[in-house]
């Protein structure tokens, strides 16, 4: 996918998927200025493929190529290994020279803005409520002094 997937980078003439895809990779030293990027980590490349409307899947390769995807196929390789190690992360590989480290992504709800917005609705449910509340305590007292009224009529 790294070489034969990027339809509109530096890899433009190797693109082979218009006939079974046409869809393109997303390399992330094309879109993030130089003096913005990160030293590369799983954790900087999910960062930046998340933002990415339609990819599924990440890459690195070389130990600093960051790319997105949308779907993942695996393509035949030498036997050479990932052995490159990240340059943010020096526990861990980051893919190899001609092999790719991927991963897929699972979109996690954003939890945080969900309790936040949860934590309204309540709160709106909740003030709500108390002044139902209060409209029922005005319309019992209401009631019950005109029942009092009514039984000093009747008696």
Not at 126 to 152: C, M, P, R, V, Y
Request: net charge negative; aromatic share 10%; charged share 25%.
């Amino acid at each position: 996918m790294f070489e034969h997937g990027d339809k509109f980078g530096n890899n433009a003439d190797d693109y082979r998927l218009g006939n079974v895809a046409n869809v393109s990779i997303v390399h992330y030293t094309e879109l993030i200025p130089k003096e913005d990027r990160e030293a590369m980590a799983h954790e900087v490349c999910f960062r930046f493929c998340r933002t990415i409307d339609g990819m599924n899947f990440f890459g690195i390769t070389g130990g600093h190529d960051c790319y997105c995807i949308p779907y993942f196929k695996q393509m035949a390789g030498d036997s050479s290994k990932c052995d490159s190690v990240c340059e943010g992360d020096s526990g861990t590989m980051c893919g190899g020279k001609s092999k790719s480290s991927v991963f897929s992504m699972h979109w996690c709800s954003d939890t945080a803005q969900e309790l936040s917005d949860t934590s309204e609705t309540s709160k709106k449910a909740a003030d709500k409520a108390t002044e139902l509340g209060k409209d029922a305590e005005k319309l019992a007292e209401d009631i019950q002094s005109f029942a009092a009224k009514a039984q000093k009529n009747i008696w």
